[in-house]
């Protein structure tokens, strides 16, 4: 499919099914990028919000994600970036103003390509991980760091998937059951997290603190004060060592996921506030 921009003709983003495009009033885009094992599906909420005020946003599907775990098992964080990388020339070519937004590992992928394309203005970070601190996090998480490269490394690591246990980094008991009484919960999802995909996991939180002192674009992060999964340190820890202008806003009713947890209309209306001030 086609879309005409004067005399340009530009590609709109693949039909996968589960990517999500909508062009807006005004020159300004979003880019938003999806978690680890999540899908493009999770960042509506914010996609439509952002939207009503007039941004552009797409919300694209990494590499290996969306359908089986077996394809996500074969990428490397290296292809979901080239993945981001892509979608943002492609957003940058139905618009005049850049902006990019990720939740957890989507977020560190947003600061990586903040470091690499001069052409984005603002970054919002959602729920930023750099460490496995929350206080719902098994201890296996905490530790790995250690215990990943072993399991890999005795060649048994593949026949492990970690799966996510209740409450699901969501605090609103009427948000849980509407996705858990769905079956999979949010369209698009992955049902477990492949070891492999941890260990590129933990290998993106170490490339990310090597970059954030070469990091200067304004940054926000919205972090729920208590995250099941990434503690408050985690944002503090970026806003300490990040190269240019940061803000962190707390949010105090909701878990990891406060993309669709109950205080996600707070978290697009401070994201729509702090791109405005860019545009």
């Given at each position: 499919m086609l879309m005409t921009l004067g005399k340009q003709v530009v590609p709109l983003p693949p039909a996968d099914g589960l990517s999500y495009f909508r062009k807006g009033t005004h020159g300004a885009g979003v880019l938003l990028i999806h978690g680890v094992t999540g899908s493009p599906v999770e960042m509506k909420y914010i996609a439509k919000a952002l939207h009503r005020a007039g941004y552009t946003v797409y919300a694209p599907l990494l590499a290996g994600h969306g359908r089986y775990l077996a394809t996500?098992?074969?990428?490397?964080?290296?292809d979901w970036y080239h993945a981001v990388r892509q979608a943002s020339e492609l957003l940058a070519e139905h618009v005049e103003t850049l902006f990019v937004a990720g939740v957890c590992m989507g977020g560190?992928?947003?600061?990586r390509l903040a470091r690499d394309v001069e052409a984005i203005r603002a970054v919002a970070v959602y729920s930023a991980l750099l460490q496995y601190d929350g206080w719902?996090?098994?201890?296996h998480y905490r530790i790995g760091r250690f215990t990943v490269p072993v399991a890999l490394g005795l060649g048994i690591g593949r026949w492990i998937?970690?799966?996510?246990?209740?409450?699901?980094?969501i605090k609103s008991d009427r948000i849980r059951h509407l996705l858990t009484e769905r079956g999979n919960?949010?369209?698009g999802t992955l049902p477990a997290f492949p070891t492999e995909t941890l260990h590129e996991n933990l290998k993106l939180i170490s490339a990310t603190k090597l970059a954030l002192p070469q990091i200067s674009a304004p940054t926000l992060l919205v972090h729920a004060r208590d995250d099941d999964i990434s503690g408050p340190n985690n944002p503090v820890f970026i806003q300490r060592r990040i190269g240019g202008p940061c803000e962190i806003e707390w949010l105090d009713d909701s878990y990891h996921m406060i993309h669709v947890d109950q205080e996600h209309?707070?978290?697009s209306m401070r994201s729509a506030a702090f791109f405005d001030r860019f545009r």
């Open positions: 996500l098992r074969r990428t490397r964080w290296q560190m992928l947003g600061l719902n996090m098994p201890y998937n970690l799966k996510e246990r209740p409450p699901f980094g919960g949010i369209r209309p707070a978290v």
